[in-house]
Each structure stands twice: as structure tokens, then as C-alpha cells.
């Protein structure tokens, strides 16, 4: 859905929003927002987009499970990277760890973050995605989008009894032609870790996938900034 003029889409200044619920002091204790804004090649606002965000992936779930799950109970799980290799995932092995690093140097990334990745097509069952269904690739010919380097914060934000964070990615078309996006999704780097001193990248892992509700034409010229905010509630 296209949001109305009245919103307000400096993302600096982003509310979260609340789940419509019949008690309007009700609001659950976590919220994904995705917000796009495609701007002319003066910069001027010309689409403003917004939809709540419900995806996380099967390899998020598995990436988020407690210490214990793995150290105490010596569970090994298995991660799908994008390009469809397996990971036999456990962080206490005692041959090898997985981690998120930060700053992730060993692969070029100034952050774990690898990039906000935007596609042409759609899945079925984003929960068991690995990939975007029709990823559009870093570049300035037929069918590609330059890709920025991502922004994250320094930390996390508090207000009130509300703490959130919003990370963003800018995409600009200088392929000669029309770009439709119908899908986003948040790609990760993990590392491995030798001996306690030796770190390689381990994989780039889909973490965060939505199929928007209503495609987004970039056309040649244009540039589209996408945020994700997520924030939890006490």
C-alpha cells in the first residue's frame, strides 16, 4: 500500500506503530516496520511506502536460540546461506565457532550487516526462505540497482518504555530502463572462528524476508531508500 501524504517520512523522526487492536492501549511488545522512499534524480519525494514487517526466517529463529540450547544440550542445527550451502551450526563445537562478527573486516563489510537486498519475484513461504525468489544484483546494467553501503546506529534508541533501532540502505537505477521491486530481504555475514584466534567468512544468511503488498517501479534516474525499524516495548 501506498501510505497518505500525512505521513511523515522522515525516518528520523519514524513512529513506530502500534497493531491494530480493539483496545487502543494495547500494543505488543515487538514491532517490524518496512518503510521505502523513492526519490527523483533531484531528490525530490515522489512514492512513500509502508507496511508492518512479519518475516523472520527459519535461519534467524535457529541464529537467536539461547546458549543453552546448544552448549547444555550439545544441539547442532543446520543453516541455509544464500548461495544453498549448509551450515552444521552450533556455536560450542570445540573444533570451530560461528559467530556474527562486528566490525565484520574479514569480508569487506563495515558491518555484519551485508546488505538490505531488494528482488523481482516472491516466496511462497518467506519463513523457510534463504533467499530473495529473483534477487536484483549491485550494478548499472540491464536489470541492476547500485547498492549504497548500509547504515546501522551506534545503539540502540530508548524512549519512554519503548527501545527500537532502524537500519537503511539507498538503491539508485542507472540501468536505462524501469526496475519493479516486489520483495526485500535482510542478508547477513557470519564468521568462523579457528583456535579462538582465526576468523573467515562462514556464508551470507537471509535473516529477514517480506514480499511487499504492492510492487515499487524505480525508474531509470530514481533512488529508493529502504528502512527497517524494529522495536520492543516493556
Do not use: C
Not at 57 to 62: E, G, R, S
Request: aromatic share 10%; no cysteine.
Amino acid at each position: 500500500m501506498l501510505v497518505g501524504d500525512k505521513v511523515d517520512y522522515d525516518i528520523n523522526n519514524l513512529d513506530i506503530p502500534k497493531d491494530s487492536k480493539e483496545d487502543n492501549n494495547y500494543q505488543k511488545s515487538f514491532n517490524a516496520t518496512l518503510t521505502i522512499i523513492v526519490r527523483d534524480k533531484d531528490g525530490k519525494v515522489i512514492k512513500k511506502y509502508k507496511q508492518k514487517s512479519h518475516s523472520p526466517t527459519t535461519n534467524f529463529m535457529l541464529l537467536i536460540m539461547p546458549d543453552t540450547f546448544y552448549y547444555n544440550l550439545g544441539e547442532v542445527v543446520q543453516i541455509t546461506t544464500v548461495s544453498g550451502a549448509t551450515i552444521n551450526y552450533n556455536p560450542y563445537n570445540g573444533v570451530y565457532s560461528y559467530l556474527i562478527v562486528y566490525p565484520n573486516n574479514i569480508a569487506n563489510y563495515n558491518t555484519y550487516l551485508v546488505n538490505i537486498m531488494v528482488g523481482s519475484g516472491s516466496n511462497s513461504n518467506p519463513y523457510n526462505a534463504i533467499n530473495l525468489a529473483s534477487p536484483i544484483a549491485n550494478g548499472s546494467g540491464t536489470g541492476q540497482l547500485l547498492y549504497s553501503p548500509p547504515n546501522i546506529p551506534t545503539g540502540i534508541t530508548i524512549s519512554g518504555n519503548q527501545a527500537y533501532f532502524i537500519i537503511s540502505q539507498s538503491l539508485t537505477n542507472q540501468s536505462g530502463e524501469t526496475i519493479t521491486i516486489s520483495e526485500v530481504g535482510i542478508i547477513i555475514s557470519l564468521g568462523i572462528i579457528y583456535n579462538e584466534n582465526l576468523i573467515i567468512d562462514g556464508g551470507n544468511v537471509l535473516v529477514w524476508y517480506d514480499t511487499l503488498s504492492s510492487p515499487i517501479n524505480i525508474d531509470n534516474g530514481q533512488s529508493a531508500t529502504i528502512y527497517y525499524a524494529f522495536s520492543v516495548n516493556a
